[in-house]
């Protein structure tokens, strides 16, 4: 009988490490893969914790990479990213992983395990489609139940320091602190604690648009009533200003589900 074979989506946030940690305490690290997929723009303080937080677990770290970052799959696809679309999440995370799952496992005997937690079980329920015909299951949406400081307190119980975006403010550990799905409120904070980091970001925004010869942005502007493209530059303008922004829309990142 083939032992059956599990793979962890390892994003290099808390909920991929308490998913690869259920999963190893349940079946044993033998046949446990944890697989990460890079974007090329990601933190480099993530590719400490993925060391890391693979050796606490046990198992086979996988790195892999599609080779584009997701300003060039946005000129590649000619379409700039938002909330409501990803073709970076689509193209370099769950297109490019599900390759290496019909290179490398087979779906009888393979089981795919996603890092998304009970408060979020609609991302799980939507994320079926996306791995069939591949068994897919979520641990943390399991009893035991655990908030993400709770996860965070597990972490550090085992050595291991949190993510430094985590330290900063941000919600994940993806992409480092930029994501197509953030909100003004995500993207203030980019701009207050690594000034540097979202002016890169801002140029390749003002790039597309020009390449593209539209006025496309990845926020939106929903003052008035109205609603219309919010460019990173006119974000930062309005921090600069002391104009308002809204503090509530975070956002939310999503890449494999």
């Not at 909330?83 to 005997?109: Q, Y």
């Not at 975006?165 to 993806?174: A, E």
């Not at 919010?230 to 956002?251: F, P, Y």
Request: with cysteine; hydrophobic share 40%.
């Amino acid at each position: 009988m083939v032992a059956k074979k599990h793979v962890v989506m390892f994003s290099g946030g808390i909920g991929s490490w308490a998913t690869g940690k259920r999963v190893a305490e349940a079946h044993g690290t033998e046949n446990l893969v944890l697989l990460f997929a890079d974007t090329l723009i990601e933190d480099e303080d993530l590719y400490r914790f993925l060391e890391e937080a693979a050796s606490n677990i046990g198992g086979e770290l996988v790195k892999v990479a599609e080779g584009r970052d997701p300003w060039q799959v946005f000129k590649d696809e000619r379409f700039i990213g938002n909330s409501r679309a990803d073709p970076c999440s689509k193209i370099l995370k769950r297109r490019f992983l599900r390759r290496w799952l019909e290179e490398n496992c087979d779906p009888s005997n393979t089981v795919v395990y996603l890092g998304i937690d009970w408060s979020e079980i609609h991302r799980f329920e939507n994320a079926h489609a996306h791995w069939t015909p591949w068994v897919c299951e979520a641990p943390l949406c399991e009893k035991p139940y655990r908030m993400k400081q709770e996860m965070l307190a597990d972490l550090e119980a085992e050595g291991i320091k949190q993510p430094r975006l985590y330290d900063m403010g941000f919600p994940h550990n993806n992409c480092g602190g930029f994501c197509i799905k953030a909100g003004q409120a995500h993207f203030k904070l980019l701009l207050e604690v690594m000034p540097e980091r979202f002016a890169y970001h801002e140029r390749k925004e003002r790039e597309l648009a020009a390449y593209l010869g539209k006025d496309v942005s990845i926020l939106k502007d929903r003052r008035g009533g109205t609603t219309r493209p919010l460019t990173l530059m006119a974000l930062r303008e309005r921090v600069e200003c002391g104009d308002a922004v809204d503090e509530h829309d975070w956002g939310g990142c999503g890449c494999v589900a």
